[in-house]
């Protein structure tokens, strides 16, 4: 089992930053692939960023390349996700997710945090 616990959400102007951050417990963190997600009201679930557990397979989506860095520190069991230059169009609840590898479907993880509002006005 793994528990995963967000945190860093909040309310932010247009152009603006914020850093989620994702706690993990339970199994051997360090061998997962991290994962970020996001829904907005009334659509599906879309992939944001993941990192491999070795570092080595960072992906982004195309709409938050240049401006999301994901990261992870295996010591204190936490990937982050620094946002930068925020858009209204990010405005969503964001996920982590826990996978064994470095996919971008949302099927392909088996753990999932209870997410962060993230609301970025115009």
């Known amino acids: 089992q793994v528990q995963l616990v967000e945190s860093g959400g909040g309310l932010v102007q247009a152009g603006g930053s914020l850093r989620l951050s994702c706690a993990a417990s339970g199994r051997t963190f360090s061998s997962y692939t991290m994962g970020w997600f996001r829904q907005a009201p009334g659509k599906e679930r879309e992939f944001v960023a993941c990192?491999?557990?070795?570092?080595?397979?960072?992906y982004y989506a195309d709409s938050v390349k240049g401006r999301f860095t994901i990261s992870r520190d295996n010591a204190k069991k936490t990937v982050y996700l620094q946002m930068n230059s925020l858009k209204p169009e990010d405005t969503a609840v964001y996920y982590c997710a826990v996978s064994s590898g470095p996919y971008t479907d949302y099927g392909r993880y088996g753990y999932w945090g209870q997410g962060t509002q993230v609301t970025v006005s115009s």
């Open positions: 990192i491999s557990w070795s570092y080595g397979t960072i």
